[in-house]
T-cell receptor, first 113, second 109 residues
Framework: DTAVSQTPKYLVTQMGNDKSIKCEQN?????MYWYKQDSKKFLKIMFS???????INETVPNRFSPKSPDKAHLNLHINSLELGDSAVYFC????????????FGQGTRLTVV | GQQVMQIPQYQHVQEGEDFTTYCNSS?????IQWYKQRPGGHPVFLIQ?????EVKKQKRLTFQFGEAKKNSSLHITATQTTDVGTYFC?????????FGQGTRLTINP
């Protein structure tokens, strides 16, 4: 079983569309994250949820809306997609927010055309 | 805000040569973690350092945490082609894990 799974793995869409990426973890962790990795491989945190509560929102445009229906799921919805949104989006989870390692999903490669 | 800088950005070595990447934080860290991302893959946890001056080894990999808990290094002895990938340090500050820019290691067999 995959510990942190994201769907879809690839997403190609036109500018202006709305799309969602789903993430699920079966590790029993209480904290989940969304990271964006650009073409230069820079990993930038976007959001963090702890026990379904949003604890980090890193000045991401409000076109991006995360939703955590329960501790095991953190989805990312993106409205009005722009060319600059093209990147690889990684979901991750950890136990707690301080000490433990993060487990990453396989990533979703989003291409906006 | 908290920033984590990592150098070099790229490193190309001959197989068998050593490799080192350095990480510096603008703030004191509670701990530092290292991850490896293979080409086309996702970041995978390697190790966590918590104590000031801590040194840990994993086979040919040596990890160090600075005395002031603001810098760290990863040294690989006698690189092998399986070491190819991007190595990230990540510093824990207040409630979040901030990643350095990564060092992309390529190896000439």
């Amino acid at each position: 079983d995959t510990a942190v799974s994201q769907t879809p793995k690839y997403l190609v869409t036109q500018m202006g569309n709305d799309k969602s990426i789903k993430c699920e973890q079966n590790l029993g962790h209480d904290t989940m994250y969304w990271y964006k990795q650009d073409s230069k491989k820079f990993l930038k945190i976007m959001f963090s949820y702890n026990n379904k509560e949003l604890i980090i929102n890193e000045t991401v445009p409000n076109r991006f809306s995360p939703k955590s229906p329960d501790k095991a799921h953190l989805n990312l919805h993106i409205n009005s997609l722009e060319l600059g949104d093209s990147a690889v989006y990684f979901c991750a989870s950890s136990q707690g927010v301080k000490e433990s390692e993060a487990f990453f999903g396989q990533g979703t490669r989003l291409t906006v055309v | 805000g908290q920033q984590v800088m990592q150098i070099p950005q790229y490193q190309h070595v001959q197989e068998g040569e050593d490799f080192t990447t350095y990480c510096n934080s603008s703030t004191t860290l509670s701990n530092i973690q290292w991850y490896k991302q293979r080409p086309g893959g996702h970041p995978v946890f390697l190790i966590q350092l918590v104590k000031s001056g801590e040194v840990k080894k994993q086979k040919r990999l040596t990890f160090q945490f600075g005395e002031a808990k603001k810098n760290s290094s990863l040294h690989i002895t006698a690189t092998q082609t399986t070491d190819v990938g991007t190595y990230f340090c990540a510093g824990r500050g207040a409630q979040k894990l901030v990643f350095g820019q990564g060092t992309r290691l390529t190896i000439n067999p």
